[in-house]
């Protein structure tokens, strides 16, 4: 029996994570600068090796735990990649999770020391092997989750506005929705629940806060493609 395990190459495998971030107008990426002479112009996913006491979704948790400085991030493993060629340096098996992370909360001095920054998903740069493939891939399971389930909250702060909701959606979807009818639509769904505080500075009477209900969070089955004119669920 153990022979046969002896008899089989063995592969390294790498998680890469790709981390979305809303700083309250514009979908983001966090990606790293290479600090290798060969791709010293290029960016890339933040990875790691799976060591050997870990599962997928722990090593995927640390991974963006070393970057972020956030616990309890939402994470989702959405493919695999495993092209022979994929990697020239060694023969690497690629599992690949996205990650919703809010902007204001993780550590930029950690960040520095990875040399990491925000991208725009509309000004993307140049990446290594296939990173911008994967975030293409994941970008689209991010509009296909958040059509059927309000993951895009992972994205907003602890307390939020209809208003920034609403924006966090558009920037998602990459288009625009009608205010009146989103405001009613989502509040229909008992997703929300109203805070007495206002958001003062942005006009005189301010919008109300809003923070999840988590018991109808967890439950809701609510899709949210009709919220949004001209989308259909990116698979």
């Given amino acids: 029996m153990l022979s046969l395990y002896k008899e089989q190459v063995k592969l390294l495998v790498a998680l890469d994570s790709v981390i979305f971030g809303f700083d309250g107008e514009t979908l983001k990426i966090l990606l790293v600068k290479r600090g290798i002479e060969t791709d010293k112009d290029t960016w890339s996913l933040m990875g790691g090796w799976l060591k050997s006491d870990e599962s997928l979704d722990n090593a995927a948790e640390r991974i963006v735990h070393e970057l972020t400085g956030l616990n309890n991030v939402y994470l989702e493993q959405i493919t695999v990649m495993g092209e022979p060629n994929r990697d020239p340096v060694e023969r690497t098996v ?15 001095q950690i960040s520095e020391k990875y040399n990491a920054k925000w991208f725009s998903l509309e000004e993307m740069p140049n990446m ?16 296909y989750k958040a059509a059927f389930h309000p993951v895009g909250l992972e994205l907003l702060p602890k307390k ?6 609403q924006i966090l959606y ?27 505080e ?15 209900n988590q018991e109808n969070y967890k439950k809701t089955g609510e899709s949210f493609v009709k919220f949004i004119p001209n989308i259909e669920p990116h698979i």
């Fill in 94 to 108: 690629s599992v690949i999770y996205y990650a919703l992370i809010n902007v204001a909360d993780y550590n930029e």
């Fill in 128 to 143: 290594l092997y296939d990173h911008d493939k994967i975030v293409k891939l994941a970008s689209d399971k991010l509009k």
């Fill in 160 to 165: 939020f506005t209809i208003p920034q909701f």
């Fill in 170 to 196: 558009e920037a998602i979807y990459g288009t625009t929705i009608d205010k009146r009818n989103f405001s009613r639509n989502i509040l229909s769904t008992g997703l929300l629940v109203k805070l007495e």
């Fill in 198 to 212: 206002k958001q003062r500075g942005f006009s005189k009477k301010g919008a109300y806060y809003y923070e999840i």
